[in-house]
């Protein structure tokens, strides 16, 4: 059982490729992903986000095959994502968007 929202929405690694280890943990006012990617270069990857979702894909010559792909629920910034990719581990910072619990909607 989940315990939490973030739980809910950052189980959803996908798993489509050989590579293991993968995880996404909450720090603070971040959500830090990582993903193992043993000998691969930072030129064979590509990243993008929408507010749903961000997918990490692998560069084969002409084709992307989709390495992993992480529910974000709209709790991420996607426009101050950022990543790095040192010793086989690809680390991708989500900054988490401010989200309130309870909005009261005024009635016109």
Do not use: C, R
Not at 46 to 52: G, H, K, P
Not at 65 to 81: F, N, R
């Amino acid at each position: 059982m989940h315990n939490s929202l973030f739980d809910i929405i950052f189980n959803d690694l996908h798993d489509s490729s050989a590579f293991k280890s993968d995880s996404v943990k909450s720090f603070g006012d971040i959500y830090k992903a990582t993903v193992v990617v043993p000998g691969v270069k930072k030129d064979q990857i590509s990243i993008s986000a929408t507010s749903d979702y961000l997918k990490i894909f692998l560069k084969e010559k002409e084709d992307k095959k989709l390495l992993k792909k992480i529910s974000l629920g709209g709790l991420v910034d996607i426009k101050s994502i950022s990543s790095k990719l040192e010793d086989g581990i690809l680390e991708v910072v989500l900054p988490k968007n401010e989200v309130s619990e309870s909005v009261e909607i005024k009635i016109k």
